[in-house]
C-alpha cells in the first residue's frame, strides 16, 4: 500500500511569493490534515479537510489556506510568505473521523520543506 | 483547550537503559491517546495508543498506560537499543475538540552504543 506522499520535499521562495504545497493520502483514507513543525518546535494544527470541506484549523492567519480535491488529495497554499513560514510541513491522512472513526490513527508523509529567504 | 505536556529533551540514554518519557494532558472530553515517532530523515509513524483509561499500548517493546486519574500517559521501554534513537510525541484526539490531534513539543532521545 502506498503511505502518504508530499511534493515538493523542498521548496524555497521568497518573502511575499506564494507557496502551493501537495498531498496525497492512502487510498481509502478521506480525513488529510496539515500541519506545520517549525524548528525545534513541535507540530501544530494548520488544518482539517474530510468530504472535501474544511472542517477545522488552527490558529493560522487567514494567508494559509488550502482545499481538498474530489480525489481526496489536498493542496495547502500559502500567501505573502513570512520569514517565519519556514518550517517542514506536514500532511496526514486518516480514515474518515466523521463516519465515528474519532480514533483512527495519523499516517503522515514526510513533508515539504519550506525555506522563505 | 485541548493541550499536551511533555518532558523536555534530550534524553541520553545508555544501550539496554530503562527509558520513562513522562505525558500529561488536558482535554474537555474523553480522548484517545497516542505515541507517534519520528525517526531521523523520517516522517511521523504511530508507535502504540489507547482509547479508554487502563487501556495499556504497547508495540516494539514500548508500552504506555492510559490514566485519566492522573490524566497521563507515559512511554516505558525496559531496555532501549541505539535503532530507537529518535524524536517522540505524545498526542491526543478528542471529538469535543473538533477531531484534530494535538501534539506535545517532543523529546528527542539519543541512545549509546
Known amino acids: 500500500e502506498a503511505g502518504v506522499t508530499q511534493s515538493p520535499t523542498h521548496l524555497i521562495k521568497t518573502r511575499g511569493q506564494q507557496a502551493t504545497l501537495r498531498c496525497s493520502p492512502i487510498s481509502g483514507h478521506t480525513s488529510v490534515y496539515w500541519y506545520q513543525q517549525a524548528l525545534g518546535l513541535g507540530l501544530q494544527f494548520l488544518l482539517w479537510y474530510d468530504e472535501g470541506e474544511e472542517r477545522n484549523r488552527g490558529n493560522f492567519p487567514p494567508r494559509f489556506s488550502g482545499r481538498q480535491f474530489p480525489n481526496y488529495s489536498s493542496e495547502l497554499n500559502v500567501n505573502a510568505l513570512e520569514l517565519e513560514d519556514s518550517a517542514l510541513y506536514l500532511c496526514?491522512?486518516?480514515?474518515?473521523?466523521?463516519?465515528?472513526?474519532?480514533?483512527?490513527?495519523?499516517?503522515f508523509g514526510n513533508g515539504t520543506r519550506l525555506t522563505v529567504t | 483547550g485541548d493541550s499536551v505536556t511533555q518532558m523536555e529533551g534530550p534524553v541520553t540514554l545508555s544501550e539496554e537503559a530503562f527509558l520513562t518519557i513522562n505525558c500529561t494532558y488536558t482535554a474537555t472530553g474523553y480522548p484517545s491517546l497516542f505515541w507517534y515517532v519520528q525517526y531521523p530523515g523520517e516522517g511521523l509513524q504511530l508507535l502504540l495508543k489507547?482509547?479508554?483509561?487502563?487501556d495499556k499500548g504497547s508495540n516494539k517493546g514500548f508500552e504506555a498506560t492510559y490514566r485519566k486519574e492522573t490524566t497521563s500517559f507515559h512511554l516505558e521501554k525496559g531496555s532501549v537499543q541505539v535503532s530507537d534513537s529518535a524524536v517522540y510525541f505524545c498526542a491526543l484526539s478528542d471529538r469535543t475538540g473538533g477531531f484534530k490531534t494535538i501534539f506535545g513539543a517532543g523529546t528527542r532521545l539519543f541512545v549509546k552504543a
Open positions: 489507547a482509547t479508554k483509561a487502563d
Open positions: 496526514a491522512s486518516s480514515l474518515s473521523r466523521l463516519a465515528s472513526l474519532p480514533n483512527s490513527p495519523l499516517h
